[in-house]
């Protein structure tokens, strides 16, 4: 039994490293992963693989929904952090032809305005993929990765052409310090309650009100 066990130990050590290497070349080959873009990362069928954790009701009648996918609401919920991987949506509606309102207040949406926009981590971009000026800076490396920003038509999955991706940065950089994710609060409390939070921001188009 004794000589069956010592045996089997040099065999166990070789199939331990060669896991081990096996992960690091794996974990290599993800973080040098092709230069896709945000875009790839998200497709049409967002609504059902990510979870609706916030509906914003806005002063011009428009309504927004935010998405996150379930593995980032897990590690927010217990770590309080946005990981490697994490992926945020919005989809914006156009306001209801007739103003409509639901008993509760709340805006009956119109279309969707086709142009979802997402944010997404990655510890696999670089410099270079974050585009403008201050894109570097929102692009700043955590051990977590750096966000990149992009917009696609949800119908299709094809990317947003000519997006000013600057602009997109120019309001979130307002939020450094909350890793430029504006809806943190929202997020909160759907991970609290596990319900997507309603609100309303009295302010037009996406301003800052809050
Ligand atoms: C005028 C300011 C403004 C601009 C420009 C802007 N955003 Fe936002 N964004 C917001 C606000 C405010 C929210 C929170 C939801 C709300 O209040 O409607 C938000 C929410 C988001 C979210 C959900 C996660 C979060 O941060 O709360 C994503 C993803 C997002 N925006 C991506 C983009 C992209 C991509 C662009 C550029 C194409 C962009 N945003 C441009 C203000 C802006």
């Not at 949406?109 to 997402?118: K, L």
């Not at 920003?149 to 940065?169: K, N, S, V, W, Y």
Request: net charge negative.
């Amino acid at each position: 039994m004794t000589d069956f066990r010592s045996a089997r130990r040099p065999a166990i050590a070789l199939a331990v490293a060669i896991a081990v290497v096996t992960g690091i070349t794996a974990q290599r080959a993800a973080m040098a992963e092709p230069r896709d873009g945000p875009t790839e990362r998200v497709g049409p069928e967002f609504r059902e693989a990510m979870h609706r954790y916030a509906i914003v009701d806005r002063g011009d009648g428009k309504v927004y929904d935010l998405y996150v996918d379930p593995r980032t609401l897990e590690v927010w919920r217990s770590q309080r952090r946005l990981p490697d991987g994490a992926i945020f949506a919005i989809e914006s509606f156009a306001p209801h032809a007739d103003g409509l309102r639901e008993a509760s207040g709340h805006l009956v949406r119109g279309a969707s305005e086709n142009d979802v926009h997402v944010a997404v981590k990655s510890t696999g971009w670089g410099r270079e993929d974050v585009p403008t000026s201050t894109g570097l800076l929102f692009g700043q490396p955590t051990e977590d990765g750096r966000w990149r920003m992009d917009g696609f038509d949800p119908r299709t999955g094809a990317r947003t052409p000519d997006l000013d991706i600057a602009e997109c940065h120019a309001c979130h950089l307002d939020r450094r310090a909350e890793d430029f994710i504006l809806s943190r609060g929202l997020l909160d409390r759907f991970a609290r309650t596990g319900a997507p939070a309603r609100i309303t921001f009295d302010c037009l188009g996406r301003e800052i009100c809050f």
